[in-house]
T-cell receptor, first 117, second 115 residues
């Protein structure tokens, strides 16, 4: 299994530009998570989807951030316009959520390091 | 809302020695999961160990074990026979059972292993 795939691995952009981060979850997984890691705030959930439907977007900072999951194998996180304070590592994770309950491990991708100048 | 606190930002240990990383959390839920994740310089998040709150027995994975004190809301990780490869950031995390699947992380702790 290829694991969770994220692209790009590194992104450097200028303030005001649009940035799109991409994630391909593990095949068969039905939950997808976007986390952000900064020195100041640590790791925090931005949004997560279950069966392509956003379940919890309470961590999305503001209207400049949007996330989509058009199908089970692809998700995007878009920042428009980007600001220097958006500089962070963005992780995507996926899991197999069982409606019968029980534990389901989240598998993390390698992250995208975003630098906004 | 649940919170996770790691009060020690950095620790160091000699190779082959034992080190304990501390974590406390706050929740009003009675059932939940607790985790320790390792993040080496490659920044990959690696699950080290998991504890289910309804289980009184402390989880163990090879050289890694936890001390789970539910009443005190404490969840420490013990690394025995420390190896150079254990050097990394370690994050304590919480997840509800049922309800939201999101992980709530502590701020992390940097572990250095000295040869």
């Amino acid at each position: 299994d290829a694991g969770v795939i994220q692209s790009p691995r590194h992104e450097v952009t200028e303030m005001g530009q649009e940035v799109t981060l991409r994630c391909k979850p593990i095949s068969g997984h039905n939950s997808l998570f976007w986390y952000r890691q900064t020195m100041m705030r640590g790791l925090e959930l931005l949004i997560y989807f279950n069966n392509n439907v956003p379940i919890d977007d309470s961590g999305m900072p503001e209207d400049r951030f949007s996330a989509k999951m058009p199908n089970a194998s692809f998700s995007t996180l878009k920042i428009q316009p980007s600001e220097p304070r958006d500089s962070a590592v963005y992780f995507c994770a996926s899991s197999l959520h069982l409606t019968s309950g029980g534990y389901n491990e989240q598998f993390f991708g390698p992250g995208t390091r975003l630098t906004v100048l | 809302a649940q919170t996770v606190t790691q009060s020690q930002p950095e620790m160091s240990v000699q190779e082959a020695e034992t080190v304990t990383l501390s974590c406390t959390y706050d929740t009003s839920e009675s059932d939940y999961y607790l985790f320790w994740y390792k993040q080496p310089p490659s920044r990959q998040m690696i699950l080290v160990i998991r504890q289910e709150a309804y289980k009184q027995q402390n989880a163990t994975e090879n050289r890694f074990s936890v001390n789970f004190q539910k009443a005190a809301k404490s969840f420490s990780l013990k690394i025995s026979d420390s190896q150079l490869g254990d050097a990394a950031m370690y994050f304590c995390a919480y997840r509800s059972v049922g309800g939201s699947e999101k992980l709530v992380f502590g701020k992390g702790m940097k572990l250095t292993v000295n040869p």
